[in-house]
């Protein structure tokens, strides 16, 4: 191919990615947000049930994790429909992408792949166009064998499924509170909780609780957050000789000390100097994955 025609091409691609507006928080107004944001970004094996309306028909669909050889969707042989939050489509917007990859499914045959997102413009909906009914109820999964039937198994799916099942992380949902999930990462342990709240008023109330010293997780420590799809997900180290359980309440309760921080800072509460200086330190800890 010529420089000219690469040219052409590129310049294709720039205009189509500029006519698709960043989205910072791609899931805002979605029943339950933080699910959205945990299976694309902490959740290593994880499925959710999704039903969704698309020219004039009823659908419904399974969200994963992944899929095999990191597909965006899959229209299996026998109806059902898969699309993966972490296949890697990169528009500036993952609602609009992960929409177009549902819409791919529907188009495709029975028993094709969607290989990679389909192309996505300013015209593409975004999941909250399509989703009907209401916030995901997400399901952790040991494996991915739910992938394919069995007798679909091909060499190169077999081989990804292999790879897949066993580069997954222990994890374990806290029920106390919402989007809270304990996880094993070699040799330690961690807490990782999806807050729902813009990233300002989050960062403020953590920085009260940790001022106070209200910030502890039972034994575990704060080690700080990290910010994704808009939303601030702080991070424990917590015990690894511990059962995920026994985190389980001492969650809730951490829950209901953040919640009357935040709400002190809703009703303007300023930061007191120490608070001030707890918030600088978490933000200058902070760092930003999407």
């Not at 010529?2 to 500029?18: F, M, P, Q």
């Not at 026998?78 to 993952?94: I, M, N, P, W, Y």
């Not at 009907?132 to 739910?146: C, K, M, N, S, V």
Request: proline letters at 6%; aromatic letters at 6%.
């Amino acid at each position: 191919m010529g420089k000219a025609s690469r040219r052409k091409g590129a310049d294709k691609k720039t205009a189509r990615a500029a006519r698709v507006p960043f989205a910072a928080r791609p899931f805002e107004g979605l029943p339950g947000e933080t699910g959205w944001v945990a299976l694309r970004e902490i959740l290593p094996a994880a499925t959710a049930r999704i039903s969704f309306a698309y020219g004039g028909a009823p659908y419904t669909a399974t969200v994963a994790t992944v899929l095999p050889l990191a597909w965006a969707g899959l229209h299996r042989t026998d109806g059902e429909r898969f699309v993966a939050t972490q296949s890697g489509a990169g528009s500036g917007d993952l609602s609009r992408d992960l929409a177009a990859a549902l819409i791919g499914t529907v188009e495709a045959e029975a028993g094709q792949p969607v290989i990679k997102t389909p192309p996505v413009t300013i015209d593409t909906p975004r999941l909250q166009d399509l989703l009907t009914g209401d916030a995901p109820q997400l399901e952790l999964r040991d494996g991915f064998d739910f992938w394919v039937e069995q007798d679909e198994l091909d060499e190169a799916t077999s081989a990804s499924l292999e790879q897949a099942n066993s580069a997954i992380t222990p994890t374990a949902a806290l029920p106390s509170t919402e989007s809270a999930y304990w996880c094993r990462i070699g040799e330690r342990t961690y807490v990782r909780w999806v807050l729902p709240h813009g990233e300002e008023e989050a960062t403020a109330a953590l920085a009260r609780l940790h001022a106070s010293g209200n910030d502890s997780l039972v034994d575990g420590r704060l080690l700080g957050a990290f910010r994704t799809c808009g939303l601030l997900v702080p991070v424990w180290e917590v015990d690894a000789a511990a059962e995920p359980a026994s985190y389980d309440e001492g969650m809730g309760q951490l829950a209901g000390r953040f919640d009357v921080a935040l709400a002190s800072v809703r009703a303007g509460e300023a930061l007191t100097d120490e608070e001030r200086r707890a918030r600088a330190g978490l933000v200058s800890r902070q760092i930003t994955i999407r």
